[in-house]
């Protein structure tokens, strides 16, 4: 079992839905960050989060320590949020990095 | 604005050949990383470092080599490329625990 677990893999949606993405992971973290990837792009990082909610313009991250699980929300979908959103978990201490969740492939239809 | 610069976007290379991919930043940070990125497996981790002359194998390290001589430079070395090598190769940037992470550009490689 991978220890970052992201749902969906792969979501189609249309222009103006609320998008929601989860991630779970099972082990102790000391952050979750949450990544976008446009086609052919780098990675950009769109949050970092260790508790609550953090909201800058149309997206929202959320977290819940207890259960171990962070949703990434997107209001008012537009066709240029399409790419790919990745899961990433601190596991403290700095030097061991990042570990990564597959990913969640979002395309949104005009 | 927190630059972590690739040296290379595209680089086709022919198997056999020694790669050099070079990561610098310019936040002083000292954590870095270098990650690959393949269709269904994600990111894993190839190699990091904490310090100048510090490094540490990640989870698939064979058949790469690191360098840090400087704190702002990591050098990712594929001794002799193969072509299950081509990939997506990404240089992550960190200042620590519970800090921002910052990547570069990406090089994608393919070696024939």
């Known amino acids: 079992k991978n220890e970052v677990e992201q749902s969906p893999q792969n979501l189609t949606a249309q222009e103006g839905e609320f998008i929601t993405i989860n991630c779970s992971y099972s082990?102790?973290?000391?952050?979750l960050h949450w990544l976008q990837q446009h086609p052919g792009g780098g990675i950009v990082s769109l949050f970092m989060?260790?508790?609550g909610k953090k909201k800058h313009g149309r997206l929202i991250a959320t977290i819940n320590i207890q259960e171990k699980h962070s949703s990434l929300h997107i209001t008012a979908s537009h066709p240029r949020d399409s790419a790919v959103y990745i899961c990433?978990?601190?596991?403290?201490?700095?030097?061991?990095?990042?570990?990564f969740g597959k990913g969640t492939h979002l395309i949104i239809q005009p | 604005d927190v630059k972590v610069t690739q040296s290379s976007r595209y680089l086709v290379k022919r198997t056999g050949e020694k790669v050099f991919l070079e990561c610098v930043q310019d936040?002083?940070?000292?954590?870095m990383f270098w990650y690959r990125q393949d269709p269904g497996l994600g990111l894993r981790l190839i190699y990091f470092?904490?310090?100048?002359?510090?490094?540490e194998k990640g989870d698939i390290p064979e058949g790469y080599s690191v360098s840090r001589e400087k704190k702002e430079r990591f050098s990712l070395i594929l001794e002799s490329a193969s072509t299950n090598q081509t990939s997506m190769y990404l240089c992550l940037s960190s200042g620590g625990m519970n800090t921002e992470a910052f990547f570069g550009q990406g090089t994608r490689l393919t070696v024939v």
């Open positions: 989060l260790s508790s």
């Open positions: 470092s904490y310090d100048v002359k510090m490094k």
């Open positions: 082990v102790g973290i000391s952050a």
């Open positions: 936040m002083d940070h000292e954590n």
């Open positions: 990433a978990v601190g596991r403290g201490g700095g030097a061991d990095g990042l570990t």
